[in-house]
């Protein structure tokens, strides 16, 4: 959530920063606000809505300088002002941009009013340019009088700030909050995520937590809350700028979906050798870890949690192993019992959600086995403090709305599930032919992709309509409510995905004409108790569209639309049947004319509580 980016240079940082607004544009699109050290002073500009609309007040009022900071907003505290927008600045002299939230803002602000500051936002951020600049006055360094600042903050937080009086450098902080530091040759940077940065290095520190940094033209600094020196290593990272770019495509949602393919076969390097899968790929302890493993308890959030809730089938099924799945917002909030040896695990796109993170860090003190993460993101908080890492190799997502991400985490997870289970009886047969499920995967998505078009006719029905149901059996049943949420996420239609046998149950009394109920259909053992759930809803007169395998015979009828599925293996057909619903809910979106890579009051990486 929000984009930071920051610069100090010898040539005009304008363009870099707003170029790395546009690559950060995803975290955060409600305000967008830059300050740079225009011949002494601080020149700020600022303005609601997306960048362009920055890019156009800049044109009609430029600014220079070699020193600078830009941000996107996503809002927490005030409303979508331009006054609430990003970067603020105090008495002329201190800017600030922030990420996350400032818990104890209140009392600070009560302080600073004390003292005759003068507040022209609602927001919890102008509160650390004040004080920085409170503890400027007496007579400390720019980086003294942020690490005094950070001392008094509860909450999470990346913050990066300049003083117009020190015209060679910025510091930057963070608990929580990603923060990453470029390399240059006579110029530095820093950004919340290396895709705003790519244009100008590959060279990268990551910053960790409590760090404090001070970066001029040619040194970076790190240090602690105490003061005391950090070392920290330089990444090379070899991703390309177009790495961030549409392309041939529309939407970066689109992109992504068609990208899936070579992201599950990515994902599988490594894992596999000689038709069996190896637990070392999670880490050395792994096969002591996963021989001693007698439960799993699996937390996350959005998609993520939909591919936990997969993951448990999978897990009881091929392992034996009870598993529970839990949403990271509820678990840290409640006392948690804690089975002797139970694995926690994990899913995040980015290593950086908040409520997971923070799920992670309880749980390490919590008397679990072991802590395994499964990510996207190899530098992530979540992926240093784990035990066990599965890494998916999606590449970078940039829509809002998680497509190849999730797909690669519901491969992940069925590999965990495999290699569990040969510690709990699984056969060198059966685990031979999971694995030759597992290798099907891609090739699968690439003909399920085929459907692309007949999808985007399909989905001109859907235009028109308030509500939609996504109906599912079996790890069906989350793949439903991921279809659901994909849909209410970029076209704003009311959509809720349900067990199919809870019908009779409640969801029943809402259909009608007008409810159209979309129902993943595989060929597989629950296919004749999904077929007279299927009857109950046409019964009713509601109108269905049943994604279905070929081999189920399933036929059109009037108010019945089958949309044929190529096979796809038992195992694999829950990451297979998420792609015609990500390419129903792109294509009502489009049809709409709705934002579909920066839905409205959306993040990709939810970095606040």
């Keep these: 959530m929000c984009g930071i980016v920051g610069a100090v240079a010898q040539r005009n940082i304008t363009p870099i920063l707003l170029e790395g607004l546009r690559r ?4 955060g699109y409600d305000s967008a606000g830059i300050a740079v050290l225009d011949h002494g002073s601080i020149g700020l500009r600022r303005s609601v809505g997306k960048v362009a609309q920055l890019e156009l007040k800049l044109a009609a009022q430029p600014l220079a300088g070699q020193l600078g900071i830009a941000h996107t907003r996503w809002a927490t505290h005030g409303g979508v002002t331009e006054a609430n927008a990003h970067p603020h600045v105090s008495e002329g002299r201190v800017a600030v941009i922030h990420n996350g939230i400032i818990e104890n803002y209140e009392i600070i ?24 600049h409170d503890n400027l006055k007496h007579g400390v360094g720019l980086a003294e009088a942020v690490r005094e600042a950070v001392r008094r903050f509860t909450g999470a937080y990346a913050i990066v700030v300049f003083d117009a009086q020190a015209p060679d450098r910025f510091v930057a902080a963070r608990i ?11 110029e530095n940077f820093v950004g919340s995520d290396v895709a705003a940065l790519l244009p100008v290095t590959q060279r990268f520190i990551y910053m960790e937590e409590g ?21 920290r290593k330089i990444h090379d990272i070899a991703l390309h700028p177009e790495t961030a770019e549409k392309g041939q495509y529309r939407h970066f949602m689109l992109k992504e979906i068609f990208e899936q393919p070579v992201a599950l076969a990515n994902t599988l390097q490594g894992r596999i050798a000689n038709g ?20 799993l308890h699996i937390v996350a959030c959005g998609t993520s949690y939909h591919a936990g809730l997969v993951g448990k089938y999978w897990i009881e099924q091929l392992a034996g192993l009870p598993c529970s799945v839990e949403l990271a917002s509820e678990y840290r909030y409640r006392e948690v019992a804690v089975p002797p040896d139970t694995l926690f695990v994990t899913l995040s796109q980015s290593g950086e959600t908040a409520d997971t993170l923070a799920a992670l860090r309880h749980a390490r003190g919590a008397g679990y086995l072991a802590l395994l993460t499964i990510c996207n993101s190899a530098q992530s908080s979540m992926v240093r403090e784990s035990d066990l890492v599965m890494l998916t ?12 991400a999730f797909t690669t985490q519901l491969l992940a997870v069925a590999m965990v599930a495999a290699m569990l289970g040969r510690y709990r009886g699984l056969s060198a047969e059966r685990e031979a032919e999971a694995v030759r499920q597992l290798l099907s995967a891609a090739g699968a998505v690439e003909r399920a992709l085929e459907m692309d078009g007949a999808i985007r006719e399909l989905a001109e029905l859907f235009v028109e309509k ?43 009394a809402l259909i009608d004409e007008d409810m159209p109920v979309v129902v993943v259909a595989p060929n597989n053992e629950l296919l004749d108790k999904l077929k ?7 019964a009713r007169g509601g109108r269905l569209f049943v994604i279905a395998d070929r081999a189920t015979g399933l036929q059109e009828s009037p108010g019945t639309t089958i949309i044929q599925m190529p096979h796809a293996e038992p195992l694999v057909a829950p990451i297979v049947y998420t792609v015609p619903l990500q390419l129903l809910a792109y294509h009502v979106a489009v049809h709409k004319g709705t934002d579909v890579d920066q839905p409205r009051n959306l993040a990709k990486s939810v970095t606040v509580e």
């Excluded at 996504?470 to 067990?499: D, N, V």
């Design 466 to 508: 308030h509500h939609t149901l996504f109906l599912g059996r079996g790890p069906m049943f989350p793949i439903a409510l991921e279809g659901a949420l994909k849909l209410k996420e970029i076209s704003y239609i009311h959509a809720e995905g349900y067990a199919a046998g809870e019908l009779k149950h409640g969801p029943l």
């Design 24 to 27: 950060l544009e995803y975290r």
């Design 109 to 132: 602000k009560a302080e600073l009013l004390a003292k005759g500051y003068a507040f022209a936002s609602d927001t919890d951020t102008e509160v650390i340019a004040h004080l920085v």
């Design 211 to 231: 760090d404090i940094a001070e970066i001029t033209r040619d040194t970076v600094s790190l240090f602690g809350a105490d003061g005391q020196r950090r070392q």
């Design 393 to 404: 190799q999606a590449g970078p997502e940039i829509g809002v709305a998680s497509t190849k």
């Design 532 to 538: 007279s759930n299927i009857q109950v809803v046409r």
């Design 176 to 186: 929580a909050s990603p923060l990453v530091i470029g390399l240059g040759l006579g």
């Design 276 to 295: 069996r899968l190896l637990p070392e790929s999670l880490g050395l302890r792994a096969p002591e870890l996963l021989r001693q493993a007698r439960s």
